[in-house]
């Protein structure tokens, strides 16, 4: 089945350093593939997005790109704020059929130190 | 403004008790879901619908139940079968089939953190 595999956490970096957060996915067909962000005790929150393969998505300086070839879409960020801080998730929905479910990567912990 | 809202916000239960956490959404949407989240775990479906009326198990079913006879309102019971209740729960919706390539993208609300008496 269809299934979406996160590099663990958690990653601990200092303001201004580079971030990358592999995400590599498992599915048939062409999924859609989003990013989310879940600050402490909050909801989650749509990051990004990419419904086809070279999409990049891109908000709030993060971005990702949709690589079919070798399956999956790393979230990049050049410069990270202590308020990036929070847990990121991958997720990829299969569009066939009427399928509505997510599946979910466990999510990767970034910490960002002053 | 528009968005999904769940309360409480915290909640306890006593032992042998069921206990019902709300969840509205004023976005329109088809589909609502319902998850678990255990800390430094990710999320757990509990049941989703994607129609008024209508709902499916997810993939840790047991010890919940749900209704779905508003459009608006999804709200989750966790009975006294469910034995480890103690958890963040969050609520979601999406647009479904009308909502074209976004079809699948969900919103989440802030959360219920339930735990035990």
Redesign the interface.
Known sequence: GDSVTQMEGPVTLSEEAFLTINCTYTATGYP?L?WYVQYP??????LL?A?KADDKGSNKGFEATYRKETTSFHLEKGSVQVSDSAVY?CAL?N?AG?N???I????TSLAVNP | DGG?T?SPKYLFRKEGQNVTLSCEQNLNHD?M?WYRQDPG???R?IY?S?IVNDFQK?DIAEGYSVSREKKESFPLTVTSAQKNPTAFY?C?S?P??SGG?A?????????TRLSVL
């Open positions: 859609s989003f005790g909050e909801g989650l929150q749509l997005k419904t998730f929905s569009n009427n509505r479910k997510l979910w990567g466990l999510g | 999904i769940q589909a879901y775990q990710g999320l479906l989703y994607q997810g969050l979601a999406s479904g089939t390539l079809k699948n993208i969900q919103y989440f609300g802030a959360g």
